[in-house]
């Protein structure tokens, strides 16, 4: 089970913090991360990060504006962006691959992410 928090209303430009817990299994050696989905449209890809945290991955239209990190010993990963923008409206979905595999993933129920201007 993953759990999402730290969704709500945030200002234009403002800081946004998502956490994302596993628990009910085990996610040893899982890549965890995050998808997002606004009205509309598809959901996307937005960052996520290996076990190790040896590798990280952005989408191009947050890089540089957000960071990725874990905390294995919690079973949770975490989702920090800056300069939020109108278009970062989304819901924002947590993602575990068991083994580094999509084959084998688990998604958390979401949590709205709002950007008002």
């Known amino acids: 089970q993953l759990v999402e928090s730290g969704g709500g209303v945030v200002q234009a430009w403002g800081s946004l913090n998502l956490s994302c817990a596993a628990s009910?299994?085990?996610?040893?050696?899982?890549?965890m991360g995050w998808f997002r989905q606004a009205p509309g449209k598809e959901r996307e890809f937005v960052a996520g990060q290996n076990w190790h945290g040896t590798n990280t991955w952005y989408s191009d239209s947050v890089k540089g504006r957000a960071t990725i990190f874990r905390d294995n010993d919690k079973n949770t990963i975490y989702l920090q962006m800056n300069s939020m923008r109108p278009e970062d409206t989304a819901i924002y979905y947590c993602f575990a691959d068991l083994l580094g595999s999509a084959a084998d993933r688990s998604w958390g129920p979401g949590t709205q992410v709002t950007v008002s201007s």
């Open positions: 009910g299994r085990t996610f040893r050696s899982s890549t």
